[in-house]
């Protein structure tokens, strides 16, 4: 990668992480500012202070680290602090209200990801796969990339035999046994030929699942762009946020079960790279990518990990049953468990990516 893509790719990294860190700290920013409590800071990053500047009673800071950030607010845990205003702290709330702080995060994410669908497909449509036999990507490392295909290829014919379709051309690379196969390609209104020999990889399904080894040569199907009302493009919308939450638990659900690899995780260096692929491609695709993201931040952010979202309103879920906050000491004790699990976490995803960027 030249120094002009990696800028590129770093920026795009950048501006996505910024974007859904700040639409996800507004949610808990705007709930607490509306309930009366008091925010003495929004920061994009942790750690140490940057840049800051203070408006009304708020501090509005920049810092350090920038995967994430965070709200402070008054007496987010008992003590001394809350005593001069005990009225604008976060722990004399009501349980419902502290409940409400905490899910406005990710709720603002599944907002965002809904309003970037629907403002996308209203406004160029709806993806859909193309029917034509022509090239949408080439797989890294597999036998496309070895014979020169390249992306927006057509691929007209194969051992002289006509391709008309996507699916022609699919069945055939599939029932091909592995023999070398004979392309007629058009590219740039010129055709030639190219020889390429299938190979035998796992066929996964839309969970990352197993489904058994086909023939494959590394092709990727192209997409057409289908204009749809505004109604249409809101009801979509709906979908395409609920479909990719549900695709994340069930992957989840199946990592945990052992039947996808933990290798297959991805951090910050892999998020880089589909940012900066992705906003190549061009704007509505970096868009799609975006609301992708904002869909995984939220889920990710409500499951009962202490130290997430979700840790915190497991918390609330126990107080209620309670009718009484956990102990001080059982909150910290599972709160150092969790930060613990997240660094670990984020270890074993950085190894991932240097493992992937280096031997691939």
Do not use: C
Request: glycine fraction near 12%.
């Amino acid at each position: 990668m030249d120094i002009h893509s990696f800028l590129f790719t770093l920026l795009s990294f950048s501006v996505a992480i910024g974007v859904l860190v700040f639409v996800h700290e507004l949610g808990h920013f705007a709930v607490a500012k509306r309930v009366g409590v008091l925010v003495e800071r929004f920061s994009i990053g942790f750690g140490p202070v940057v840049l800051a500047r203070k408006s009304g009673e708020t501090e509005y800071a920049v810092s350090a680290i920038p995967l994430g950030g965070y709200v402070k607010m008054l007496g987010e845990e008992e003590g001394e602090e809350a005593l001069a205003s005990p009225e604008r702290a976060f722990s004399t709330q009501s349980l419902a209200r502290r409940a409400a702080i905490v899910s406005a995060g990710p709720a603002m994410n599944f907002v965002f990801a809904f309003v970037v669908y629907a403002v996308l497909f209203a406004a160029v449509g709806v993806e859909k796969p193309s029917t034509e036999p022509r090239v949408g990507g080439v797989t890294a490392g597999l036998p496309a990339e070895g014979a020169g295909l390249q992306a927006g290829d057509r691929i007209v014919a194969i051992d002289d035999t006509p391709i008309g379709t996507w699916e022609q051309l699919s069945k055939t690379v599939v029932l091909s046994k592995g023999e070398r196969l004979r392309l007629t390609v058009e590219r740039g209104g010129a055709r030639f030929p190219l020889e390429v020999t299938p190979e035998l990889h796992e066929n996964r399904t839309i969970y990352g699942e197993d489904a058994g080894k086909v023939y494959r040569i590394g092709v990727e199907v192209s997409i057409d762009w289908e204009a749809v009302g505004p109604l249409t493009a809101v009801g979509i919308a709906a979908q395409e946020t609920a479909t990719h939450a549900v695709m994340v638990l069930q992957g989840l659900k199946l990592m945990l079960a052992g039947r996808v690899p933990f290798k297959d995780l991805g951090g910050p260096i892999a998020i880089a790279s589909a940012a900066g692929k992705q906003a190549r491609a061009g704007g509505r695709y970096y868009l799609l990518t975006l609301a992708f993201l904002s869909v995984n931040l939220a889920v990710l952010n409500l499951l009962p990990i202490p130290a997430l979202d979700g840790g915190h309103l497991a918390f609330f879920a126990i107080e209620g049953v309670m009718r009484r906050p956990l102990g001080a000491r059982h909150r910290e004790l599972a709160l150092q468990v969790g930060i613990l699990l997240l660094i670990t976490l984020i270890v074993f995803v950085s190894y991932n990516d240097i493992h992937r960027l280096f031997w691939g």
